[in-house]
């Protein structure tokens, strides 16, 4: 059984910065992606980056280039997003999710499984 707990989520002021963590268990995630979605209220949900397990391939939505990192610990099972220059804009419930298909997607319908998720709020 697949599981994502989500961390890390907050209240943080325009500019400062969070680090979401995402720890996957259930199985051997060697070939999979990992995602981080977002969803603001009265929005649908929308892909803020993800990266390949093995060999670390990353892509990012337009809207975070520059300011967020996605990284993982191997040895941890972990990914993380490191949120960096926070605008209210970021407001949002986020998401980590795990899709077990050979490329690094960004539609949510691709991703198999998926965290719980935590509140993250940026005030102006």
Same mark, same amino acid.
């Given at each position: +059984?697949?599981?994502?707990? @989500?961390?890390?989520?907050? =209240?943080? +002021?325009?500019?400062?910065? =969070? ?19 977002? +969803?603001? #209220?009265? %929005? @649908?949900? @929308?892909?803020?980056?993800?990266? *390949?397990? &093995?060999?670390?391939? !990353?892509? $990012?939505? /337009? ?9 993982? /610990?191997?040895? *941890?099972? !972990?990914? $993380? =997003?490191?949120? /960096?220059? =926070? %605008? #209210? @804009?970021? !407001?949002?419930? $986020? ?5 077990? &298909? ?9 991703? /198999? $499984?998926?965290?719980?998720?935590? +509140? ?5």
């Amino acid at each position: +059984q697949v599981q994502l707990v @989500e961390s890390g989520g907050g =209240l943080v +002021q325009a500019g400062g910065s =969070l680090r979401l963590s995402c720890a996957a268990s259930g199985r051997t995630f060697s070939n999979w992606s990992m995602g981080w979605f977002r +969803q603001a #209220p009265g %929005k @649908e949900r @929308e892909f803020v980056a993800a990266i *390949k397990w &093995s060999g670390g391939r !990353t892509t $990012y939505a /337009d809207s975070v280039k520059g300011r967020f990192t996605i990284s993982r /610990d191997n040895a *941890k099972n !972990t990914v $993380y =997003l490191q949120m /960096d220059s =926070l %605008k #209210p @804009e970021d !407001t949002a419930v $986020y998401y980590c999710a795990a899709d077990r &298909s050979v490329g690094v997607a960004q539609g949510p319908t691709a991703y /198999d $499984y998926w965290g719980q998720g935590t +509140q993250v709020t940026v005030s102006s």
